[in-house]
């Protein structure tokens, strides 16, 4: 898939990574994952509204997922209250798509890929817009593979957060010098859908 250009419409998705129980108020509790919410179902709704797909890329770990339960301990883990979306974000089952991982990356053996090349009647989208948990982790190493896809990537600065403002300040910049990502507020990318 080309990168969009001047002339090619953006086709947007927007992802919504990790904005699980467990991330927000259990086991891997982010303190500053509150602070996003708001903005993040504002982005959800507007993108509902302007037909735009959402795909909810959601940990959905299994006990020999030893490589991330060494580091961090269980988490996530499926058919958990741990590894559902929070409250606040459940997806809508009648045009949301939710997406298990079991690693970092929303992309990672998921079927993420296959997916966006379905939506818009199989014009598929050229753009992906992250948000969600965790900026130096998850969502860069999405942002990664959103890259070799050669899709556009925007990333939501209040839409994401990490553990620490260094964390999140440090993935934003990654993002954007190493994989060409623009880093735009929730308001700004409302308009631009």
Known sequence: MARQSRKEQARYAILVVDMLNDFVYGKLKCARAARVIPNIRRLVAAAHEKGVP??????????????????????????????????????????????????????????????????????????????????????????????????DIVVAEDGVDAFTEHDHVSGLEYMKNVYGAKVKTTSNIIRSL
């Not at 991330?68 to 089952?93: N, V």
């Open 54 to 151: 959402v795909f909810f890329c959601n940990d959905e770990h299994l006990p020999i997922d030893t490589y991330e339960m060494k580091l961090w301990g269980p988490h996530a883990m499926k058919g958990t209250k741990g590894a559902q979306t929070i409250e606040e974000l459940r997806p809508d089952d009648r045009v949301d798509y939710v997406i298990p991982k079991r690693a970092y990356s929303a992309f990672d053996g998921t079927g993420l890929d296959r997916a966006l090349k379905g939506v818009y009647g199989g014009k598929g989208a050229n753009a992906v817009v992250i948000t969600g948990l965790h900026t130096n982790i998850c969502d860069r190493h999405t942002a990664y593979d959103a890259f070799v896809r050669n899709l």
